[in-house]
């Protein structure tokens, strides 16, 4: 089974043949099939299936592996995407369209989730041992800014949630500084 990317576009699902075997709704992100399939699916049943390593939900279709955010896109826009489709919540399932949006690798980068080795708790946060201090740090156009060194973590959260509005992060509403910020210091972002 060939997996279809933003890479390397199959140019064998039309349109037309999309709206003849699946059916979207905008408002719980699910596609449907409209065609029974193979005797295991049936007509209206939910396609798809949720992956355990990436958390996407794929779909096969005549034997070519499509992630579901992108065919919501062609069902919804009549095209493929050019770009990275984002998922604004982070919830790579959640296809419902308002959570849809397309932008380049370096905007769907923005919005990235906390990585496994991070010990602040707050992205673009780390503690430097050797200096006693936290450092807060944004990358933005593929560069690593630096935006400091504090005694105090909260300063080193303030300055991250200020770069992120300063360098208009798409999802800063949803950022682990300004989470931090309300949440603890109650802080008004």
């Not at 699916?41 to 299936?49: D, L, Q, T």
């Amino acid at each position: 089974m060939i997996i279809e990317t933003h890479l390397k576009k199959i140019d064998q699902l039309t349109y037309n043949r999309l709206k003849k075997l699946l059916d979207y709704n905008p408002k719980t992100g699910n596609l449907t099939w409209k065609v029974s399939r193979q005797g295991t699916k049936g007509i209206g049943s939910i396609a798809g299936y949720i992956s355990p390593t990436d958390g996407y939900i794929y779909i096969g279709i005549d034997y070519v592996l499509y992630r579901a955010h992108r065919l919501v896109w062609f069902w919804m826009k009549g095209n493929f995407p050019e770009n990275e489709i984002d998922h604004k919540d982070r919830i790579r399932s959640n296809n419902k369209w308002n959570n849809l949006r397309e932008g380049d690798r370096i905007y769907n980068s923005q919005n990235q989730n906390l990585r496994s080795d991070n010990k602040s708790g707050i992205v673009g946060v780390r503690f430097r041992t050797n200096r006693q201090k936290w450092v807060s740090q944004i990358t933005v156009n593929k560069k690593l800014i630096h935006l400091g060194s504090f005694k105090n973590f909260d300063d080193a959260v303030l300055s991250r949630w200020e770069a992120e509005k300063k360098y208009k992060f798409s999802n800063c509403h949803l950022s682990t500084a300004y989470k931090y910020l309300q949440e603890e210091l109650f802080y008004d972002c």
